[in-house]
């Protein structure tokens, strides 16, 4: 019994964690489109806006990217579709020996590298257009074209695997049965063989929408003048992306789980229609009196999707009427005031931080005590080698003793400065 417990426990913990490594980046990203950051993110929470959804409907590059993506998907539907309910005939009714040569040829494309099959194509169709000797702008060169046929060199084969799953169900009898009742071989197929592929036909179809609305390696090489929905996000995350991004990704979830609700509860209502019709009596059949289960009784398919179909007109109508202005302007008067604060505690552990370091030079500076020296000098050279005789601070030296103003060199005043300059007294008379 513990044993029992403990798996039961331990299958409901591992289908959490699955769930929300599935599911939870898509919650995220659906969140962050409702915030009102110019980042997409989710913490922390600031305002519910509504403006990306407007910013993303006011965006030409990707309403333009969608519509080419639709143009795109809708072509790889028909050619891959054909390609494949063709190849999956074949591989039903080849020789047996050839059966598992042409299977991997078939199935190649799936495992060549999406890079690959853009180059080739590109350069395949760019040399047809050469040699037919067609210009640049010719059909075989138009973007639309190479996008559509480089997907449905691969798509085609998932469509293949889909349809001779559904082929491996049929009954080659009904088609000789028809033959044998005088139908041609077209009759048989659009009679008998195709709506027997019909649920196939409509699951291969959405498969390969998906598969080339969601396809880039290849579109990359290809889409000349017509980029998709994936080109023109992976442009915008070089330079930056927005929550508009986000509202993009929130209504493509939206979308898909209305589509997957609607499916199912229209399974489910045909199940309980044909029970219904079992249990009935014969009376209750042939008078038309038989009472068919409501749309929403026992489905719970049903349920959710009229509440998700609520909830978006409830999300839509509070859109129409809700304003976040009043938010914004508190949530940027709020950042302003922390800005603020930040930079006044910036600038006080400046300061503390100058203070200290004018402290610690302080008390690392050591004290400076000048050497007293003697005024005398016994060097036998005077005072000429005396710091105070460099730098002329010292006390002024006396003068030396003035010679006699008298001449007793026996030639007057001949040799005389003051004879020279003429700045002397008047000389002394001749003999």
Not at 58 to 81: C, F, H, K, P, Y
Not at 129 to 158: E, H, K, P, V, W
Not at 220 to 226: A, D, I, L
Request: hydrophobic share 45%; proline share 4%; charged share 15%.
């Amino acid at each position: 019994m513990k044993n029992f417990t403990f798996m039961r426990l331990s299958l409901w913990v591992y289908l959490a964690i699955f769930f929300a490594y599935l599911l939870g980046p898509l919650v995220i990203m659906s969140a962050t489109a409702f915030n009102s950051p110019s980042f997409p993110r989710m913490t922390p929470w600031e305002c519910l806006t509504f403006e990306w959804f407007s910013a993303l409907f006011q965006d030409e590059r990707i309403l333009n990217g969608i519509w080419n993506s639709i143009l795109v998907g809708a072509g790889t539907v028909v050619l891959s579709v054909a390609m494949g309910l063709a190849g999956a005939l074949m591989l039903t009714q080849i020789w047996p020996k050839l059966r598992a040569t042409y299977y991997t040829v078939i199935i190649a494309p799936i495992l060549i590298p999406g890079v690959v099959l853009g180059i080739s194509t590109l350069v395949f169709w760019d040399r047809i257009n050469r040699m037919l000797g067609l210009g640049a702008d010719s059909f075989l060169s138009n973007g639309l074209f190479l996008t559509i046929i480089g997907q449905s060199t691969f798509i085609a084969s998932y469509c293949m695997l889909v349809l001779v799953a559904r082929l491996q169900r049929y009954d080659i009898a009904l088609t000789e049965a028809a033959l044998d009742l005088g139908a041609t071989h077209a009759q048989a197929f659009r009679k008998v063989l195709l709506p027997f592929m019909r649920p196939a036909i409509a699951s291969a179809a959405v498969l390969a929408f998906l598969a080339s609305f969601e396809n880039y390696n290849t579109t990359t090489f290809t889409f000349g003048e017509y980029p998709t929905l994936t080109i023109e996000l992976a442009q915008k995350v070089r330079y930056g992306i927005t929550p508009a991004i986000s509202a993009l990704a929130f209504i493509i979830v939206v979308l898909t789980v209305f589509a997957a609700l609607f499916n199912e509860a229209s399974i489910r209502r045909k199940q309980l229609v044909a029970e219904a019709r079992k249990k009935a009596t014969v009376e209750e059949l042939e008078s038309g009196k038989l009472q068919l289960p409501g749309f929403l009784s026992s489905n719970a398919a049903a349920v959710a999707l009229v509440v998700v179909a609520c909830a978006t007109v409830a999300v839509v109508g509070t859109a129409t009427v809700y304003s976040p202005q009043q938010c914004i302007a508190n949530v940027q008067e709020q950042k302003r005031l922390e800005t603020e604060e930040r930079i006044k505690e910036l600038r006080r552990q400046r300061e503390l931080r100058r203070q200290q370091q004018l402290e610690e030079q302080g008390e690392a500076a050591p004290s400076q005590t000048a050497p007293s020296t003697g005024s005398g000098n016994n060097s036998g050279f005077g005072g000429v080698f005396a710091p105070d005789s460099l730098s002329g601070d010292g006390e002024a030296e006396p003068e030396a003793e003035q010679e006699p103003q008298g001449n007793s060199s026996g030639f007057g005043n001949v040799f005389d400065p003051n004879a020279l300059s003429g700045d002397g007294g008047d000389s002394g008379s001749g003999n």
